[in-house]
Each structure stands twice: as structure tokens, then as C-alpha cells.
């Protein structure tokens, strides 16, 4: 079956712009999150969706960044007013339930100049 | 100091070696663990889990250490294809998954 897809694969913004990254997880799956991957860096916890459960947000970096997850499906992380540092490639996974196999999306791979 | 700690290479062997990667985790009390390989601008994927009895898959290998908090990833007879970015993978109590930063594996003709 389809796997995770995300787009864009590629976003080029201007800082200060805002930007909506968007994640469609596989079918079925309850459990999304959004990671962030630096040049050269591990991947960095952002936030996670369980089914209608209230997100754990503990990872996003400020008050920038936030996700939204409608329908139990659809998922999409929106970086305000984005700086240079944002720049990034972000990662969605999905799994069945939470703490299962992630399997990942190719990432959108975001520069902010 | 991090939850998950890796050496982060490169590790740069020739075809055919045995080539092992070691991991060490903070948090006594996780629950699993795992091994993902990313490929250069590509998503991580899962290679395999990590079970306390040590497991095997075809020229890979697996083993937890809980005493010492460490898990070890060999890879015997490297191929090219096995050039990549390993993955080591914690499963905290809470559930949530805390990667590492990964080692590099660049194996040469």
C-alpha cells in the first residue's frame, strides 16, 4: 500500500515568512509524529498525534511552530515568521498506535534564506 | 548529556569486513530498542530490532547489553550497498522513540 507522503519535498522561503508543511500518513495509522533532521544531526522530536488524544507538543523549539491533525489523518506543521535556523529537512512518521514501528515519509527538506 | 549516544564516524571499511557499531542509552528503564538505516537524503527506515537474547538477519546482528546500557549493531561480509547512516533507536518508558545521531558506514571497492 501507499506509504507516508509529505509535501513539499523542497520549500525556499524568505525569513520571516511563514510556511505549511504537509504530511499524509499511511491508511489506518493512529499515530503521527513530526521530527526535524539538521545537516549532519540526529533527528529531533517536534511533536506527536494519537488518535484524538491532546498532542505532545514537549518537542517543538518555541511558539513558532505548530501542528494541527484533522480528521485523525491529514497532518500539517506550520513554522511563523521562520528564521534561518528553521532550516531543516522535517520528517513525518506514522505507526498503528503509539510506540510501534515508525515507518517515515521522504521529508520536505525546507531552506529559509 | 544525551539519551542516546553514537559514535558518529565515519566508519570507513573495505568490502568484506566485519565492521561493528556500538550505542549507549541513559535511561534504564527503556523498554525497546532498534536499529534504522538512512541513506544519504533519504528517510530512515527500520533494519531491525534489538531483542535481550541478541538476534540475528543474514549478515546483521543485534545485541542488547541492559547491565551496561548498550546495544551493539555487527555487520559481517559489508557490501557497497551497506554504505549509510545507522540508527540507533531507544524506546523511552513513556513510549516515545529518542534517536541518536547516527554513524556513517562508507564501505570502499
Known amino acids: 500500500g501507499a506509504g507516508v507522503s509529505q509535501s513539499p519535498s523542497n520549500k525556499v522561503t524568505e525569513k520571516g515568512k511563514d510556511v505549511e508543511l504537509r504530511c499524509d500518513p499511511i491508511s489506518g495509522h493512529t499515530a503521527l509524529y513530526w521530527y526535524r533532521q539538521s545537516l549532519g544531526q540526529g533527528l529531533e522530536f517536534l511533536i506527536y498525534f494519537q488518535g484524538n488524544s491532546a498532542p505532545d507538543k514537549s518537542g517543538l523549539p518555541s511558539d513558532r511552530f505548530s501542528a494541527e491533525r484533522t480528521g485523525g489523518s491529514v497532518s500539517t506543521l506550520t513554522i511563523q515568521r521562520t528564521q534561518q535556523e528553521d532550516s531543516a529537512v522535517y520528517l513525518c512518521a506514522s505507526s498503528p498506535f503509539w510506540g510501534e514501528t515508525q515507518y517515515f515519509g521522504p521529508g520536505t527538506r525546507l531552506l529559509v534564506l | 548529556r544525551k539519551e542516546v549516544e553514537q559514535d558518529p564516524g565515519p566508519f570507513n571499511v573495505p568490502e568484506g569486513a566485519t565492521v561493528a557499531f556500538n550505542c549507549t542509552y541513559s535511561?534504564?528503564?527503556?523498554?525497546?530498542f532498534f536499529w534504522y538505516r538512512q541513506d544519504c537524503r533519504k528517510e530512515p527506515k527500520l533494519l531491525m530490532s534489538v531483542y535481550s537474547s541478541g538476534n540475528e538477519d543474514g549478515r546483521f546482528t543485534a545485541q542488547l547489553n541492559r547491565a551496561s546500557q548498550y546495544i551493539s549493531l555487527l555487520i559481517r561480509d559489508s557490501k557497497l550497498s551497506d554504505s549509510a547512516t545507522y540508527l540507533c533507536?531507544?524506546?523511552?518508558?513513556?513510549?516515545?522513540?529518542?534517536f541518536g545521531q547516527g554513524t556513517t558506514l562508507q564501505v570502499k571497492p
Open positions: 535511561n534504564s528503564a527503556s523498554q525497546s
Open positions: 533507536v531507544v524506546k523511552s518508558n513513556t513510549g516515545k522513540l529518542i
